[in-house]
């Protein structure tokens, strides 16, 4: 069974700052997902990487994909408050679909 | 392009009433999928569909959890009868194919009480 784990569960940002998400894997995967949920709202997609050495940047935020360490980040630049949100990942293999998620991380900006 | 449509948005019953929650995916996407998501945790797939085939179904509970998607578009999740662990939200995703990504829409906010 495929396991996904983020860390931290909770980060509390100030607002100029910089973080980091980590999401490690238990299995070989094809694909990883970043996702953002606003309270209340659904899974805004932010990023799909495919393959080692993957990184994508949008804005203030960057992922990565390490393969052979099965391990992502999502790297946040210069906290802002709108990036107050639930952020995860999420892994899955061609053969099964499934996508696993990790348990989230939420993340609070303040000033 | 509309996303994924899902109601109602927001459902409270009594335990051991029947609830059900609809779904309709993007236009022209055959994979549907039902997931769970419990406070504080990442979702949980409970079925996916190819067309109008349950081709997972797995992980779901199938002593009280039906789901149906006649003519391979819309979607109906039930829960018959609801227990006080159910309350959660319901998402539903759709994918031009089972390959492809996923996409969510709003979820369905249930509380047993």
């Known amino acids: 069974e495929l396991k996904v784990e983020q860390n931290p569960l909770f980060l509390s940002m100030q607002e100029g700052k910089n973080y980091t998400i980590y999401c490690n894997y238990s299995?070989?995967?094809?694909?990883l997902y970043w996702y953002r949920q606003d309270p209340g709202k659904s899974l805004e997609s932010l990023f799909v990487?495919?393959?080692?050495?993957a990184v994508k940047q949008e804005g203030r935020l960057m992922a990565s994909l390490d393969t052979k360490a099965r391990l992502s980040t999502l790297h946040i630049t210069a906290a802002v408050h709108d990036l107050s949100a639930t952020y995860f990942c999420?892994?899955?293999?061609?053969?099964?679909?499934?996508?696993?998620f990790g348990a989230g991380t939420t993340v609070t900006v303040r000033a | 392009e509309a996303g994924v449509v899902q109601s109602p948005r927001y459902k409270i019953i009594e335990k051991k009433q029947p609830v059900a929650f609809w779904c309709n995916p993007i236009?022209?996407?055959?994979?549907l999928y039902w997931y769970l998501q419990n406070l504080g945790q990442g979702p949980e797939l409970l079925i996916r569909?190819?067309?109008?085939?349950?081709?997972?179904d797995s992980q779901l509970p199938k002593d009280r959890f039906s789901a149906e998607r006649l003519k391979g578009v819309d979607s109906t999740l039930k829960i018959q009868p609801a227990e006080l662990g159910d309350s959660a939200v319901y998402l539903c995703?759709?994918?031009?194919?089972?390959?492809?990504?996923?996409?969510f829409g709003p979820g369905t906010r249930l509380t047993v009480l």
């Open positions: 999420a892994v899955d293999m061609f053969n099964d679909y499934k996508l696993s």
């Open positions: 299995t070989t995967s094809d694909r």
């Open positions: 990487l495919l393959s080692n050495g």
């Open positions: 236009s022209g996407h055959n994979t």
């Open positions: 569909y190819e067309n109008e085939e349950a081709v997972d």
């Open positions: 995703a759709s994918a031009d194919d089972g390959y492809n990504e996923q996409f």
